[in-house]
T-cell receptor
Framework: EADIYQTPRYLVIGTGKKITLECSQTMGHDKMYWYQQDPGMELHLIHYSYGVNSTEKGDLSSESTVSRIRTEHFPLTLESARPSHTSQYLC????????????FGPGTRLTVL | DAKTTQPNSMESNEEEPVHLPCNHSTISGTDYIHWYRQLPSQGPEYVIHGLTSNVNNRMASLAIAEDRKSSTLILHRATLRDAAVYYCILRDHATNSGYALNFGKGTSLLVTP
C-alpha cells in the first residue's frame, strides 16, 4: 500500500488567490514528482525533485513553483490562481533506481473560478 | 525514452481474459517495458515491468515479443474493478535522468458484466 498523501482532494477557489497543494510521503523516497492531468487527457510532468533542496521543471511549462525542504514533503504553490490552472494535480514519489516503481497520491482536483 | 503505441480503447466481458497490446518498434536495448494503470478518479498505480522474459505477478502477466518490438499485458480474469486506463511506458534503465514517467494516452479498458 502506497503511503503518499495529498491535500486537499478538491479545491474550488477564486481567481487571484494564492494556493498551496500539499504532498507528503512516508516511504523515505528521494525522488518526487508533480504531474498535471486535464480530464480525459494525458499526464504531463511539471516539476520533479531528486532530494532535499533540489527542484527541476518538467516537460510541461507551469506557472506553479515547488520546494523541497524535507524529504517527505513536496508542496506546490500557485501565487495567483487563474481559470487556466483548473486541472488535476498528481504527486508521486519513487526510489533512486530508474526501475523503481512510482507511487502516486490520489490527486488534488483544482477548480479556479 | 522511446515511444509506444496502444489502442485507444478496448472492451472485455467480466471474468474473461484481456490482452492489451503495446507496440514499441524503436525500443533500445536498455529500455524496460513498464505498465501502469489509472482507475477512475485515482492516481496511476504500477502494474508490472519486464525486459526480455515474460513476467508474472499477482496483478497481471507481461508477454514480450522475441524482438521486443511489442508486448502484451494480460489480465487473466477481468473484473469490473479492472476498468481503467492502462499505460505502456518504456524506461531506459541506463541513463541518469529525472526518471519521470512519460505517459501517453494509454488504452481505456471497459469491462462489462
Amino acid at each position: 500500500e502506497a503511503d503518499i498523501y495529498q491535500t486537499p482532494r478538491y479545491l474550488v477557489i477564486g481567481t487571484g488567490k494564492k494556493i498551496t497543494l500539499e504532498c507528503s510521503q512516508t516511504m523515505g523516497h528521494d525522488k518526487m514528482y508533480w504531474y498535471q492531468q486535464d480530464p480525459g487527457m494525458e499526464l504531463h510532468l511539471i516539476h520533479y525533485s531528486y532530494g532535499v533542496n533540489s527542484t527541476e521543471k518538467g516537460d510541461l511549462s507551469s506557472e506553479s513553483t515547488v520546494s523541497r525542504i524535507r524529504t517527505e514533503h513536496f508542496p506546490l504553490t500557485l501565487e495567483s490562481a487563474r481559470p487556466s490552472h483548473t486541472s488535476q494535480y498528481l504527486c508521486a514519489s519513487g526510489g533512486l533506481e530508474r526501475y523503481n516503481e512510482q507511487f502516486f497520491g490520489p490527486g488534488t482536483r483544482l477548480t479556479v473560478l | 525514452d522511446a515511444k509506444t503505441t496502444q489502442p485507444n480503447s478496448m472492451e472485455s466481458n467480466e471474468e474473461e481474459p484481456v490482452h492489451l497490446p503495446c507496440n514499441h518498434s524503436t525500443i533500445s536495448g536498455t529500455d524496460y517495458i513498464h505498465w501502469y494503470r489509472q482507475l477512475p478518479s485515482q492516481g496511476p498505480e504500477y502494474v508490472i515491468h519486464g525486459l526480455t522474459s515474460n513476467v508474472n505477478n499477482r496483478m497481471a502477466s507481461l508477454a514480450i515479443a522475441e524482438d521486443r518490438k511489442s508486448s502484451t499485458l494480460i489480465l487473466h480474469r477481468a473484473t469490473l474493478r479492472d476498468a481503467a486506463v492502462y499505460y505502456c511506458i518504456l524506461r531506459d534503465h541506463a541513463t541518469n535522468s529525472g526518471y519521470a514517467l512519460n505517459f501517453g494516452k494509454g488504452t481505456s479498458l471497459l469491462v462489462t458484466p
